[in-house]
């Protein structure tokens, strides 16, 4: 069975940056679309899909509130997914979630267990 | 945006009573493939979430069978059969036919 396993989250103050990775095995990384997701810790921890990107990078979507702030970038020969995040706002408190698949044909069936990222001055 | 809209947002049942959660979306999820693009998530406390369900009625690889999806257009459910102590958790609905939106969730627990 696949896994992933996210790193890089913490405390920045707004305005800042971070670089979160999320390191694939067990499965095929260079085959499969990658998605983000984050869920707000409260209140009612709603989930919010952030953007994905292609096998081979080429191509990339994003959800409108993170438009021109994050970017999403892979390396297949190291299995690896990253979500670089600029001019980081309270609002985007959440545990970030990478996960496999795109969405429509493609389903999310792989998860990993989360990076905490905190935005506070 | 599509909104998603479950109900209900808390779901106490009894250990092999059935349950039931509501899905609806603000545009119909059929796509002229034929397949509707609602998918179910549950996520366990503590966890993080994880597919039941794809294209309304597909079951996840390992899910029991006494789970089941349902529903065409903007109208889905889904439904447990006999409800076991290790369903407790929150159910969310997804849209995948657009930009993916996820329902509010429901939170499933044991009586």
């Known amino acids: 069975e696949g896994q992933l396993v996210e790193s890089g989250g913490g405390l920045v103050q707004p305005g800042g940056s971070l670089r979160l990775s999320c390191a694939a095995s067990?499965?095929?990384?260079?085959?499969?679309?990658m998605s983000w997701v984050r869920q707000t810790q409260a209140p009612g921890k709603r989930l919010e899909w952030l953007?994905?990107?292609?096998?081979?990078?080429?191509?990339?979507n994003y959800v409108d509130s993170v438009k021109g702030r994050f970017t999403i970038s892979r390396d297949n020969a190291k299995n690896s997914l990253f979500l670089q995040m600029n001019n980081l706002r309270a609002e985007d408190t959440a545990l970030y979630y990478c996960a496999r698949g795109a969405f429509g044909d493609s389903v999310f069936d792989i998860w990993g267990q989360g990076t905490m990222v905190t935005v506070s001055s | 945006e599509i909104v998603m809209t479950q109900s209900p947002l808390s779901l106490p049942v009894t250990p092999g009573e059935p349950a039931s959660i509501s899905c609806r979306s603000s545009q119909s999820l059929l796509h002229n493939n034929g397949y509707n693009y609602l998918d179910w998530y549950r996520q366990k406390p503590g966890q993080s979430p994880q597919l039941l369900i794809y294209s309304a009625s597909t079951r996840a690889s390992g899910v029991p069978d006494r789970f089941s999806g349902s529903g065409s257009g903007t109208d889905f459910t889904l439904r447990i059969s006999r409800v076991e102590a290790e369903d407790v958790g929150v159910y969310y609905c997804m849209q995948g036919l657009q930009t993916p939106t996820f329902g509010q969730g429901t939170r499933l627990d044991i009586k």
């Open positions: 067990r499965f095929s990384f260079s085959t499969s679309w």
């Open positions: 953007g994905n990107i292609k096998q081979d990078g080429s191509q990339k």
